[in-house]
């Protein structure tokens, strides 16, 4: 192992027990001398790799859409798929494991409880700014080809894809909040079911696909029970 992969192993270490302690104990609640006896490094190492408490969950964050951008990456460029067969596989995901199998559905389960406690409006613009980034060439890519199949009625391809992405995230965002709400509240749940019915309907309207062509219940019922009521 050379030098680099080493110190690369070292950096991952740390944030794997971080996002651990995280959903354990509670992001406020863990401080950075947790973290470094956890993973039995000197502080001097764990600020060597990041400046601060908020730094290391900005880097578990960013690891995660950077793994989740290379599988809508991996779908975009699939050219056995149709337009419409992409876009389905995009928004079951991660639901869709078999789509992602470079992803860790148990820490993506982590994270988002985590982002449920942490009221952080900086955290979740970073988050949407660098999803726009990371996520837009390959959602434009996919419209761009269902309009040349004729699946999708866009007349707008690029300012669809910016709608798609701000909506997306504003939507995820207010559900997160909502969802954590859910435990032992089934009139909770029955209104996030809705929202999921709605999320459908929405996303058929915008991109003019035919009714139906967009079904993310019951998986989408079945990932919120794992994350956050069970």
Do not use: C
């Given at each position: 192992m050379t030098k680099l992969e080493d110190l690369n192993k070292t950096k991952q270490a740390i944030m794997n027990i971080a996002l651990s302690l995280f959903c354990k104990q509670g992001f406020n609640e863990t401080s950075?001398?947790?973290?470094?006896?956890?993973?039995?490094?000197?502080?001097?190492?764990?600020?060597?790799?990041?400046?601060?408490?908020?730094?290391?969950?900005?880097?578990?964050?960013?690891?995660?859409?950077?793994?989740?951008?290379?599988?809508?990456?991996?779908?975009?460029?699939?050219?056995?798929?149709?337009?419409?067969?992409?876009?389905?596989?995009?928004?079951?995901?991660?639901?869709?494991?078999?789509?992602?199998?470079?992803?860790?559905?148990?820490?993506?389960?982590?994270?988002?409880?985590?982002?449920?406690?942490i009221d952080s409006a900086k955290l979740f613009d970073k988050m949407q700014n660098y999803t726009a980034i990371k996520f837009s060439p390959f959602l434009l890519k996919i419209f761009e080809q269902g309009i040349e199949e004729k699946s999708f009625n866009i007349t707008y391809p690029e300012e669809t894809c910016k709608l798609y992405v701000e909506f997306m995230s504003s939507f995820k965002r207010r559900m997160l909040f909502e969802i954590k709400e859910c435990k032992n509240n089934t009139d909770k749940v029955k209104l996030i079911y809705v929202k999921i019915k709605f999320l459908e309907y929405f996303m058929e309207r915008i991109l003019g696909l035919k009714k139906g062509s967009i079904k993310l219940t019951p998986q989408g019922m079945n990932i919120i029970k794992k994350m956050f009521i069970n």
């Open positions: 950075v001398e947790a973290i470094v006896k956890k993973a039995k490094v000197s502080k001097g190492a764990y600020y060597h790799y990041f400046q601060s408490k908020d730094a290391i969950l900005e880097e578990i964050v960013i690891e995660f859409i950077d793994q989740s951008a290379v599988a809508f990456e991996n779908i975009a460029n699939d050219k056995k798929l149709t337009a419409l067969k992409k876009f389905q596989k995009i928004m079951k995901w991660p639901h869709d494991i078999a789509s992602i199998k470079k992803l860790n559905l148990r820490k993506f389960i982590k994270l988002g409880q985590l982002i449920t406690r």
